[in-house]
């Protein structure tokens, strides 16, 4: 059996959707204006072609691709000129297109960071998440959050040339951006057309507990992308507390508060669902998985209906 024909048969029939044998699906890109575009975040799809990750995510009902263009990511750096057109020309086949890419872009002179975001830019994709910055223990914050201004300010001269926009992740843990704040500090003088906030919100309620709405209107005027996930908190059998991350709507997240609130920025940009819940170590972007393809596409279509759903709630256009 080929592996198109598995994804067919034990894959997306198995999951209640069936695939048109036409290589094409409708898009509502090409149908009608699309303010909040959700894509599939698809590292957690990195076991399959681009042909077969076309179909499978036009079939499953996404508008686009989230696509990591980094080490290890489903386009190489090292391959960018001719490996981002090439996955843009194959699933736009499939009326899937990708609208944002993630990259490891920290240093914007370093030729390899100009080079991606200069495909991404002719390839016709809008936005990029950069990769994340640390702080150094010899230096104090101030003299950190100085330092990096610089970084944010360069790339926006580069995003303002090329006409692309980027965007820095608030990630939870202890590195630049997890407390949100910090990333005012890193915007308050760049231009929001062309640098701003990927705002996640399970990596800014795990930070920020009660109080994350106000980081959320705090960088409001740069929140340009969004991604959705969610997670709980729970003991290790050593007995230290971990978070682990859950489908939509079983965990932590208040998604009604979230939206609340996400209604109110009237932000129209792409909306990124990651998977990073345990996939058989497609969540990790193996090349190879343990869990059943059909399984993948079930929680990743699950997911995709929730948020539609919750998105419908709050009236929120997508």
């Known amino acids: 059996m080929n592996r198109r024909n598995f994804i067919q048969t034990t894959?997306?029939?198995?999951?209640?959707?069936?695939?048109?044998?036409?290589?094409?699906a409708n898009s509502r890109f090409t149908s009608k204006a699309v303010k909040r575009p959700i894509c599939a975040f698809t590292k957690c799809l990195q076991f399959l072609t681009f042909d077969?990750?076309?179909?499978?995510?036009?079939?499953?009902?996404?508008?686009?691709?989230?696509?990591?263009?980094?080490?290890?990511?489903?386009?190489?750096?090292?391959?960018?000129?001719?490996?981002?057109?090439?996955?843009?020309?194959?699933?736009?086949?499939?009326?899937?297109?990708?609208?944002?890419?993630?990259?490891?872009?920290?240093?914007?002179?370093?030729?390899r960071s100009f080079d991606t975001l200069q495909a991404a830019a002719d390839s016709g994709i809008k936005y990029y998440r950069m990769g994340w910055l640390k702080y150094?223990?010899?230096?104090?914050?101030?003299?950190?959050?100085?330092d990096h201004r610089?970084?944010?300010e360069k790339l926006a001269e580069i995003n303002e040339k090329l006409g692309i926009h980027g965007d820095y992740q608030n990630h939870s843990g202890a590195s630049v951006g997890s407390p949100v704040w910090d990333i005012y500090e890193l915007m308050k003088n760049v231009n929001p057309k062309y640098m701003g906030v990927q705002y996640d919100i399970r990596h800014?309620?795990?930070?920020?507990?009660?109080?994350?709405?106000?980081?959320?209107?705090?960088?409001?005027?740069?929140?340009?992308?969004?991604?959705?996930?969610?997670?709980?908190?729970?003991?290790?059998?050593?007995?230290?507390?971990?978070?682990?991350n859950v489908?939509?709507?079983?965990?932590?997240?208040?998604?009604?508060?979230?939206l609340k609130e996400y209604a109110k920025l009237n932000v129209e940009a792409p909306i990124s669902i990651?998977?990073?819940?345990?996939?058989?170590?497609?969540?990790?972007?193996k090349k190879e998985t343990t869990m059943n393809p059909m399984k993948i596409y079930g929680m990743m279509k699950k997911d995709l209906n929730w948020l539609k759903e919750a998105m419908k709630k709050h009236q929120i256009e997508y």
């Open 11 to 24: 894959g997306l029939s198995a999951a209640g959707i069936s695939l048109t044998g036409t290589g094409m």
């Open 52 to 111: 077969e990750m076309g179909e499978v995510l036009a079939q499953l009902g996404f508008d686009g691709a989230d696509m990591p263009v980094r080490p290890g990511g489903q386009v190489e750096p090292s391959d960018i000129k001719a490996g981002l057109p090439l996955a843009v020309k194959t699933l736009r086949k499939y009326g899937v297109e990708i609208p944002m890419i993630v990259t490891a872009i920290t240093d914007p002179g370093d030729k």
């Open 136 to 146: 150094e223990e010899s230096k104090t914050i101030q003299q950190n959050l100085d």
């Open 150 to 152: 610089k970084t944010f």
């Open 204 to 244: 800014a309620v795990t930070e920020g507990g009660y109080s994350w709405p106000l980081g959320m209107k705090r960088v409001a005027p740069w929140i340009k992308t969004i991604d959705i996930k969610d997670f709980v908190w729970g003991k290790t059998p050593d007995g230290l507390w971990k978070h682990s």
């Open 247 to 258: 489908p939509l709507g079983e965990g932590m997240v208040n998604f009604d508060a979230f």
């Open 274 to 285: 990651h998977y990073e819940y345990d996939l058989g170590g497609a969540e990790l972007g």
